[in-house]
């Protein structure tokens, strides 16, 4: 089997950001799809990388899967990696094993050693998008929770990304912890999100102050890319610290296993180095007692079935992320859509992936650039 033609698609899904699909197609007729991680405003740069390995691709054997990584990391990157670069060899990498599970009429999980769950807990991420209030975010969360969900993710902080808080923001941010704690009882899980902007003051401060609110996990205090610093804060903070979105490859989370700089990690799929490779990165953790809790921004329901392919056999998973703002697009793209119920994501179980996408819905909503974004003054 030869691949004949590669493909990379832009795909509006109607708000925020725009998704990227590659199609990768065989002399056997056989199609792969794969899906990389986007950024508001990097897009394009993602697809244009992809072009370019896409030409590198014409003529190999998929069933090559690492072989193709490798060279593209080493021949074509010459080991300067990116967010971009991953995140377009991560697309790549999942289409190939889609095309390697279609020929041997097997889903992708199997050629891992198959599955030691059927179900992935999920938590809900995107729904508190425009609400500040705090009991409008309350209200919110309560719909969470009526239809299933007993996880929920919230960065409580404003949209500005300012290292140091101020005691406006500060109460912000405490008092929409609070307002949701308090509607959704004890029972349902709640996790709060810094997106690594905090100096180490801040966030280890903003730590004590919402530890009363029996947080499951307090995710990226602080940069991972000082790792001294987030192992520091890790050691201090009286919750589960979270890292790994802004690392890729196993070479970047080895230090923090290392330095034993966070209890979970959310590496994504789209954007670490593909399915293998975040397998490889959770079997690293896991001999360090690290769980992993998959970062799932994009996502469709081509990285969402990554996701699953990749944490059906891993022994450390936790919890996995889910965009329940991005289900309406979802469902118009995939002729075979996963099922989620009760908070819960099922294994997918047809050969590949298990998800193909309706190419005349993926023609219909071509790439729309982003609105400019506020510039914020920073302090």
Same mark, same amino acid.
């Given at each position: 089997?030869?691949?004949?033609?590669?493909?990379?698609?832009?795909?509006?899904?109607?708000?925020?950001?725009?998704?990227?699909?590659?199609?990768?197609?065989?002399?056997?007729?056989?199609?792969?799809?794969?899906?990389?991680?986007?950024?508001?405003?990097?897009?394009?740069?993602?697809?244009?990388?992809?072009?370019?390995?896409?030409?590198?691709?014409?003529?190999?054997?998929?069933?090559?899967?690492?072989?193709f990584t490798y060279f593209a990391y080493v021949d074509f990157a010459k080991k300067r990696g990116?967010?971009?670069?991953?995140?377009?060899?991560?697309?790549?990498?999942?289409?190939?094993?889609?095309?390697?599970?279609?020929?041997?009429?097997?889903?992708?999980?199997?050629?891992?050693?198959?599955?030691?769950?059927?179900?992935?807990?999920?938590?809900?991420?995107?729904?508190?998008?425009?609400?500040?209030?705090?009991?409008?975010?309350?209200e919110k969360a309560l719909e969470m929770v009526a239809q299933g969900y007993t996880g929920l993710k919230i960065d409580p902080?404003?949209?500005?990304?300012?290292?140091?808080?101020?005691?406006?923001?500060?109460?912000?941010?405490?008092?929409?912890?609070?307002?949701?704690?308090?509607?959704?009882?004890?029972?349902?899980?709640?996790?709060?999100?810094?997106?690594?902007?905090?100096?180490?003051?801040?966030?280890?401060?903003?730590?004590?102050?919402?530890?009363?609110?029996?947080?499951?996990?307090?995710?990226?205090?602080?940069?991972?890319?000082?790792?001294?610093?987030?192992?520091?804060?890790?050691?201090?903070?009286?919750?589960?610290?979270?890292?790994?979105?802004? %690392?890729? &490859?196993? @070479?970047?989370?080895?230090? =923090?296993?290392? /330095?034993?700089?966070?209890?979970?990690?959310?590496?994504? !799929? #789209?954007?670490?180095?593909?399915?293998?490779?975040?397998?490889?990165?959770?079997?690293?953790?896991?001999?360090?007692?690290?769980?992993?809790?998959?970062?799932?921004?994009?996502?469709?329901? %081509?990285? &969402?079935? @990554?996701?699953?392919?990749? =944490?059906?056999? /891993?022994?450390?998973?936790?919890?996995?992320?889910?965009? !329940? #703002?991005?289900?309406?697009?979802?469902?118009?793209?995939?002729?075979?859509?996963?099922?989620?119920?009760?908070?819960?994501?099922?294994?997918?179980?047809?050969?590949?992936?298990?998800?193909?996408?309706?190419?005349?819905?993926?023609?219909?909503?071509?790439?729309?650039?982003?609105?400019?974004?506020?510039?914020?003054?920073?302090?």
């Amino acid at each position: 089997m030869k691949i004949t033609n590669a493909t990379p698609y832009i795909y509006f899904p109607g708000s925020r950001k725009n998704w990227l699909f590659i199609k990768i197609e065989t002399d056997e007729g056989i199609v792969g799809w794969g899906e990389c991680y986007t950024h508001l405003d990097r897009d394009r740069n993602i697809h244009t990388i992809v072009e370019e390995l896409c030409r590198y691709l014409i003529g190999r054997d998929p069933f090559n899967v690492k072989s193709f990584t490798y060279f593209a990391y080493v021949d074509f990157a010459k080991k300067r990696g990116s967010l971009d670069f991953f995140a377009a060899v991560s697309g790549i990498e999942s289409a190939l094993w889609d095309i390697v599970g279609k020929a041997l009429n097997v889903p992708v999980y199997k050629l891992f050693g198959g599955a030691i769950r059927q179900e992935f807990r999920l938590y809900a991420n995107g729904w508190y998008y425009k609400a500040n209030d705090p009991q409008e975010v309350a209200e919110k969360a309560l719909e969470m929770v009526a239809q299933g969900y007993t996880g929920l993710k919230i960065d409580p902080l404003p949209e500005a990304w300012n290292m140091f808080l101020t005691p406006e923001d500060e109460k912000y941010a405490i008092e929409r912890i609070k307002a949701i704690r308090k509607a959704v009882g004890p029972d349902i899980d709640l996790m709060m999100d810094l997106h690594r902007r905090l100096s180490t003051y801040d966030a280890l401060r903003l730590a004590e102050k919402v530890e009363e609110y029996d947080l499951f996990w307090y995710e990226e205090p602080v940069s991972s890319k000082n790792m001294k610093l987030l192992a520091d804060a890790n050691e201090k903070i009286k919750m589960r610290v979270v890292t790994g979105e802004e %690392l890729y &490859t196993k @070479a970047e989370f080895k230090q =923090c296993f290392e /330095m034993a700089a966070a209890d979970t990690i959310n590496p994504d !799929v #789209n954007n670490c180095g593909g399915i293998l490779e975040l397998k490889e990165i959770a079997a690293m953790a896991e001999i360090y007692y690290v769980s992993v809790a998959p970062h799932n921004c994009n996502s469709s329901y %081509l990285g &969402t079935a @990554a996701m699953a392919h990749a =944490c059906a056999g /891993m022994p450390n998973f936790l919890i996995a992320e889910y965009f !329940v #703002n991005l289900s309406e697009a979802r469902d118009r793209l995939a002729k075979e859509p996963l099922i989620v119920k009760d908070g819960y994501l099922l294994l997918p179980d047809r050969p590949g992936l298990g998800v193909d996408i309706d190419e005349e819905e993926l023609l219909k909503n071509p790439y729309k650039q982003s609105p400019k974004r506020e510039m914020h003054q920073y302090m």
